[in-house]
């Protein structure tokens, strides 16, 4: 079973930039102004590096 990158929107505080979009080492994360952010399926590598800095657990692997 392939790992996916889901975003739980309820755990997301949408009320800041997300630091995880610039953590992303191959641009997959997005995010329109303080909306939680969206993924690029076809961009994601599954490296985790988002969802480990994420502290309200908003992106799991």
Same mark, same amino acid.
């Given at each position: 079973? &392939?790992?996916? #990158?889901? /975003?739980?929107?309820?755990?997301?505080?949408?009320?800041?930039?997300?630091?995880? $979009? !610039?953590?992303?080492? $191959? @641009?997959? #994360?997005?995010?329109?102004?303080? &909306?939680?952010? &969206?993924? !690029?399926?076809?961009?994601? /590598?599954?490296? @985790?590096?988002?969802?480990? #800095?994420?502290?309200?657990?908003?992106? $799991?692997?």
């Amino acid at each position: 079973m &392939e790992k996916k #990158l889901k /975003i739980i929107v309820d755990n997301c505080p949408q009320n800041h930039k997300c630091p995880a $979009v !610039n953590v992303c080492p $191959v @641009g997959a #994360l997005s995010q329109k102004d303080f &909306e939680a952010p &969206e993924i !690029n399926d076809d961009k994601c /590598i599954r490296c @985790g590096k988002c969802s480990k #800095l994420c502290p309200k657990k908003a992106l $799991v692997l």
